[in-house]
């Protein structure tokens, strides 16, 4: 199978700024895992997290594609095509 225009597309990765979920900590939650968008940067926990807010964030804004910003973990995921790489 081919990659996602989306994913096919990435070149420089945008890194975590900061390693934490902004919208969890104005909550007083904790997160699993941390998602940054390829497309502003945005830092935000995984589906496996309480507020999801990685997920959200693509819903707000339509931003495709997100890495995991966990040491170690090296892959990408397209929202929009439901597909991921490894990069």
Request: aromatic fraction near 8%; glycine fraction near 4%; hydrophobic fraction near 35%.
């Amino acid at each position: 199978m081919a990659l996602c225009t989306h994913l096919a597309e990435l070149q420089a990765l945008v890194p975590a700024s900061k390693y934490a979920c902004a919208e969890c900590l104005a909550l007083g939650d904790k997160w699993v895992h941390l998602r940054v968008c390829q497309t502003c940067g945005h830092v935000g926990c995984c589906d496996s997290s309480k507020n999801k807010h990685a997920t959200k964030h693509f819903h707000a804004t339509q931003h495709p594609v997100v890495i995991s910003a966990e040491p170690g973990e090296q892959w990408a995921w397209c929202y929009k095509d439901e597909q991921m790489a490894e990069y």
